[in-house]
Every structure is written in structure tokens, then in C-alpha cells.
């Protein structure tokens, strides 16, 4: 079965009810003591048996974006979907009551039960087959083969692919979009992602084994995933074990190669990696399943929005002219005689209205329309408009990105396609914070595969624009995303292009030794920073010795790879410093030393408390103390413990609770000083706090450090 958009619309309405089964069963009616810990507001409103019943028609007709829309403007952002009282789902609608979702802690919030089905379409090697640490060393995997530096490798094989595929399509002609987009993205996941050996002779077999794995997502085998019963399973099953295979063997025999001949590409990468805990390789099952779920995540998403790209841009004049004339302009500056471009990441980081255009369609057209998790412990959401719900234990939560993404106070007009949106002065993804735009999910779990998935888009469609002349033939379907596009036709005309030879671009300007005497007086009485700003001001935002400045021209800084771009001997000297650290923690015991290797990575939750507590002059103190106090007990310090014992050691809990007097403000460095020194935002910042206390009372728990925006906000400006 291939995985229409169709299917994922069953697959979306299995896993939402599936959901609810397995987590109402899963935690009963039971409410665990410390549910109880905050002031408890009301749930959330209920949508009920009848009302739903009611709403059949719709879900028919017009699909469940839909009905989630006509709840959300019936009930507002919050609210509790109970079907016969058994099953109950709250859906969380904007970002202002999606930060815990997002960003809960595994214990609190997790998928649970709900992708059980993965197991056997992967393999039980990873994910939901395995512990959560495990899952987050593999998802970091997945983040160090596919960061920008890496990125980079895949640039010009995909470019090759894509002029190759679209050298096949002649003069003019006919097509079906969705057929050509998905079967090109397929060759650039198996020169990208797969590897050589996958292309050379095993390509077909390879696609036509994930068919099946991909026949495993249907209503049946979601619900009996183990059952041999069912026939997609049992192909699901070989598929599984014969791409297990196959993998293996490439696995050992890139194992065996060593040196400068080893591949680039993420299949290495994976073979690569290496487990924090023990630092052991991953095996060669391992592998397999990471590949299998890799592609699953990458093909579909890939190719619906590559198809959605292009259906919206053809229909709308006004942006398709802009995209082309952007890519006139690119060919302009990065193209050589006979029209290639030699430079394909640095055009790629320009297309600045391509890649608007892409985000307003993923917007409008999220693949991944509905998130969903389970809630562990009960959590509080407040909206915009002020409310609260206390959500509690056991519901499926669940985040609607389709109506999400189009929320009237975040977005203007937001059903309607206009990447301008995004750009200066607008920038309304940005208006409610980090989770207004969530097409790629947000926090913990969010998509490591965003900037490849960009990147391939961009290479297929800045090729479309500059060499054909499109037209859709087809009607855009009425009711987006639930609709599939399986008859989307094109018609196609070569595109005759101008081209001018590539322009010699200058160096950046000097600023010379006795520029830099000049401006001397100014570093001594005032600092760096200030030199840097003057200098800025007077050349411009790039210089030598080179400093990039704003971020137009810093891409290649955070981006580049490693070969051309790096932090090279610079931060040497840290070598010894972390090297003494382990050591001087692992005297402590196994726990310690986990805790300290733990923190040096992003996933680490003791991490806060480093970042927080650093700058302090009891940084040593408090952070021994934590983990001295948990040594013994094998587990790393819940947040709230952190918190109280880091004012037990300042010694500041007073008699109105730790937070009463304001008196820790003192101590955080930098926040602190401007915090103190501008009364208007130190006296809103205690407001808050005092708000948190009727709030929440004197305990501070994970949700009460998530709802302090004012704070968050200081410290960011500091
Ligand atoms: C336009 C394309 C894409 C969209 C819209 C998209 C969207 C998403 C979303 C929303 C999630 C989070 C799911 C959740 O929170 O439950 C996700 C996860 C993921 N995506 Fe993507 N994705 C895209 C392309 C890709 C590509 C190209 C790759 C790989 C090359 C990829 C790899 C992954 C992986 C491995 C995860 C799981 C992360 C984890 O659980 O730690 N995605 N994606």
C-alpha cells in the first residue's frame, strides 16, 4: 500500500482513537498523589458522545481538520473529546497551552503506548522498541548525521540527481506531479540517506521491500500490530527482515573498509556512531532499523510537500513570479557560462522567497496534521484569554498543527497562501513565541530531518523554476490535506535562460593596523563590544580580520562543513578541562560519572542546572551537592529537587517561600544586573512571581517554571 494522504488520514484518526484506548487502559482511573501538589482549576470542556455524533457528517464531507476547527471556534483552545466516557482526548490548540507538550518531561508527557505499531515496521532495535534513554543517544544519532555541517556533503549529489531525473522530461509535455516527485525523491533518499551499495544494484528491491514495510500502517495492523493473521503483517514482517539483511551486510562490509575511501553519506554516519553510556557501537541491526524508520520519516512528508510546493505556487501568479525572478537573480550571481551553478550551497542559503514559499505551503499543508502524546501526570494549561485547565493523568493529548498553524491571532487571514508572512517586518511565525509554527513539531521530539527536508525541496523545485515553464492542469483539491493528489497534472515547457558569467566578487574590506591604533583608545575605555560596534558601523556587516555580522552573512558560519569551516585548534585548551572534570566526578561512583557525561551533551536534563548555575559563586557547591545527595541512589535529581536544593544552599528560602523576597534575582550575573538596574522589569518580574504563588503556592514544580514568560523573556533581552 503506498502511503497516500489519504492513509494518513485513516492513520491519523486510527492512532487518535488508538491512543485513547491504550492509555485509558494503561492508567485506569487512578490519580497519583502528586496530581494534587498545584491548586487544581477545572478540566478542560467536554465535546460529548452526542455532540460527536453530530459532527459525523462533517468528518465525511470535509474531513477532520474540519471538526477540529468547528470545535476549536466553539470551545476555544482547550477541550476534551469523550467518546462514551471511556475514551478521552484534549486537544491543545496554539502555543500558548502546547509549551508542556512539547517540552514536558518524558515522565510526564511521552508518545506511550501510541506507536507500538513502529516495532515491527523498524525492527525492535530502536524507538519505541527500546528505553527512552536509548531512544534519545539514537535520536542524537539521527541529529549528528543530518546537522547543517553535514548537510552540505548532500548537496551536489542531489543536484545531480534532479538534473538528471529532468533531462529525461524533454521539451514539453505532460505529467503527473505526485508519481515524478515522489519517484525522484526516492533516488535522492537512496544517493543520500541509503548509500551506494542500495543504489548499484539493490534500489528496486529496496523501494519495493519498504512498500511493504509502509503496508504495515493500516487500520488492522495498528491495532494488531504482533498478529501474523493478518497478511500486510506477515509482508511487513519479511520486508522487515529481508531490508534487515541487507543493511547488515553493507553494515560489516563498510565496517571492514577503514580509511579515506569510507563513504560520507548517513548510513555511515550511523555506523559511526557510538553510545555515551558505554560508548559501544551501534550494531548492525541497530543500523537497519535507523535506516528504515529514517526513510518512513523522510518519504512521505518529503513528496506531499514537494507536490503541495508546486500546486500552490502555480496557482498563485504573484509568488510564482517572484520565485522565478529570485532564481533569475541567483543564476545571475552564482551561475557560469552554459548556465550551471557552481556554488549550489551558497545559492541554495539565498533562496530566501523559495524557501518562504515552502514554509507558508507546510504551513497550510502540514504532513504531519495532528500530533499526539500521553499525558502521564496532570498538567495545567492557561489561554490566552486567561483561563485554566487542569488536564489530567492518562488523557491523550493531542496537538493539531492543521489548526494550529491558521490560529486568527498569530496568522492574518490565515487560511490563505502568503509567504510574505514570514518576511521582514512581518514575521508572524514569530508573533506567539516558539511554538506559533509547529510543522515540524517543537521541543523534545522535533524533526532532525528539517534542513535536509528544505534542502532537497529547494534543489527540485529552483531547478523546475529556472529551466521549465509550468501549468497546472489539475484543480487544487478542496479540502487540502485529506484529499490526495494523486491526478496532479502539469503540463511543461523547456524554459530558454539568460545567463550572465558568474561576477568577481570582492574581498571584504581591511580594516588595517592603523585603523585598528585608531580605534585603540576606544577598546581601553570601553571594551571590545563597543570596537566591534563601531567597526560595524563604519564598514558594514563583513570585515577583516573576517567578523560576519547579522544574520545575512553568518549561514556559512554555523553551517559550513567541518572540512571548509571549524573551530579548528581554537577551543584546545578546553581538552584538559572536561577531561579533568570526568575524572573528578567519576570518583564518585558510576551515577556521577553518567550524570557529567550526561550534561555534556544537549539531551541532559542536568544541563539547566549547569547553564544556570555556572556564572554563580556557588556553582561548585550546589551542583556537588546534587549530585552527591543522588550518588547513592542511582537516579539523576528530579527538576523540583534541583530547584529547592539550589536555595537550600544559597540559604534564601524565607518565610514567604523561596521565591517571596526576590532575593535570588541578586545572584544571577548578567540577568540579574539589568533585571535590578531597570525597575520597570524587575517589578514586573516580581508580579509574577507573586502571581506564581497565589498561583501555584510556594512549590515550584516543572509547570510553574514553564509558565513564568515574564522571567524567561528578561533573561533572554539580557
Ligand atoms: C517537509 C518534510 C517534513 C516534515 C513536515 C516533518 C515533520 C516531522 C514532525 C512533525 C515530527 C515530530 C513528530 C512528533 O513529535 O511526534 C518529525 C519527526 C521526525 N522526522 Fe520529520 N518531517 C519532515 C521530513 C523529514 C526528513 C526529510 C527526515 C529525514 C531525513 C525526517 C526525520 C524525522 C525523524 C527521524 C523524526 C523523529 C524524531 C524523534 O522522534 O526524535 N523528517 N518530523
Redesign the pocket.
Known sequence: MELTSSSVTWLAMVILVITAAVTKIATGRKRSATDLTCKMPPPPPVVNSIALLRLLPTLFRSGLPAILHQLYMKFGSVFTISVAGLLKMTFLVGPEVSAHF?QGLESEVS?GNL?EFTVPMFGKEI?HGVDSAT??E??RF??DA?KPARLRIHVDPMVQEVEDYFAKWGQHGTVDLRRELEQLLLLI?GRC?LGKEVMGTMFDEVCSLFRDIEGGVNMMSVFFPYTPLIPSNRRRDMARERLHAIFSDIVRSRKQQQGDGVDKD?LQSLIDSRYKVDGRATTEAEVAALMI???F???H??A???VWTGARLLSHGKFLAAAVDEQDEIVRQHGINGGRITDHYGSLMEMRTLHSC?KET?RLH???PV???TAHKQFTVRTREGHEYAVPAGHTIA?P?VISNQVPYIYKDGHLYDPGRFGPGREEDKVGGKFSY?????????????G???M??KVIWSHLLRNFELRLLSPLPKSDWSKTMAATKLARVKRPIALNPRSNRPLPPVVNSIALLEHLPRLFTKGVIALMHDLYTRFGNVFTATFLVGPEVSAHFYQGMDSEISQGDLYKFTVPMFAKGLDYFAKWGETVGLAWAESCSHTSQLRHTFDATKHTPNSQKIFSEIVRSRRDTNQLPAEQDRWKLRDRTRGHGTPEGPWGNGEWLRDTNVTGARLLTHDKFVTEALEEQKHMIQKHGDHICYNVLLDMDILHCCIKEA
Not at 438 to 450: I, K, L
Open positions: 512539547f508518545h506507536f524507538a531512544k534519545n539514537q535520536a539521527f541529529v543530518l533518499s540517506l548517513v524508520c529514517l526513510l520519516a523522510a518519504k512528508t518529503s506531499y510537500t514537494s515552502i507546510l502540514p504532513p504531519v500530533l499526539t502524546r496537538c498543527i509547529a510543522s515540524f513539531g517543537g521541543g523534545r521530539t522535533s524533526c532532525v530531518g528539517e535536509y527536508a528544505y532537497q525541496i
